[in-house]
């Protein structure tokens, strides 16, 4: 009997020690690449760069993985630098001022006052589990005039970009080159919006 509570000691002190040694947290972030000289002569335009939604999976700070059509699930120690979402809009902020094509690009949460609202929704922001692996990404974008209370113009972008890897930071830097290539075709959409619908 002596025995049997030593062995069952022993067992209950390494399973305690195995519970307490954790696996430290990785952090990830969204980065823009080298984006193109900026244009001269910018439209007079003010542009408020707004909220962009999601499901609840996509704001929090969990990178997402599908397995299947229909079940996803959330890495527990690979993370988010920030919720997705947010650095979605800083992302676009970034991209439509170094383009020097408005007058002016502000963030809606901040006091300017803009002609357009540029608002969005994220449906995508995950790795599709394989094979073969991919990354997936996808948005819509849309422009809202604050005058006459219309939106008048708006993109969707989708596409699943190929893994160069199985780790994790192989899946963010596709959706770092997904995210990119999806923004630049955005950015690329509203200027073609205005140069058929020139501001007066």
């Known amino acids: 009997m002596r025995r049997f509570s030593m062995v069952l000691t022993l067992a209950l002190t390494l399973l305690l020690s195995a519970c307490g040694a954790t696996r ?3 952090y990830y972030a969204l980065q823009l690449l080298p984006s193109r000289p900026a244009a001269s002569g910018a439209l007079p335009v003010s542009l408020l760069v707004g909220r962009i939604a999601a499901p609840h999976v996509f704001r929090d700070d969990r990178i997402v993985y599908r397995t299947g059509t229909i079940e996803m699930g959330t890495y527990e120690y690979h993370r988010w630098a920030e919720p997705p979402t947010e650095m979605l809009e800083a992302m676009l902020i970034r991209l439509l001022r ?3 094509r408005y007058q002016s690009v502000q963030s809606q949460r901040s006091n300017a006052r803009g002609d357009y ?10 790795e599709m589990s394989g094979p073969p692996l991919m990354a ?3 948005l819509e974008i849309e422009l ?3 005058k006459n209370g219309t939106t008048v113009w708006s993109q969707y972008y989708s596409h699943d970009e190929p893994v160069q890897g ?3 930071s192989a899946v963010v ?7 990119q290539s999806g923004l630049q075709q955005i950015t690329a959409g509203l200027e073609q919006y205005f140069a ?3 501001p007066r």
Do not use: C, M, Q, W
């Open 144 to 146: 809202y005039d604050v």
């Open 117 to 126: 609202i540029l608002r969005g929704r994220l449906f995508s922001l995950e």
């Open 196 to 198: 058929s619908h020139p």
């Open 173 to 179: 830097e596709a959706l770092t080159r997904n995210v």
């Open 24 to 26: 430290p947290n990785k």
């Open 166 to 168: 199985k780790e994790v």
């Open 98 to 100: 170094d383009s020097g």
């Open 136 to 138: 997936r990404v996808a």
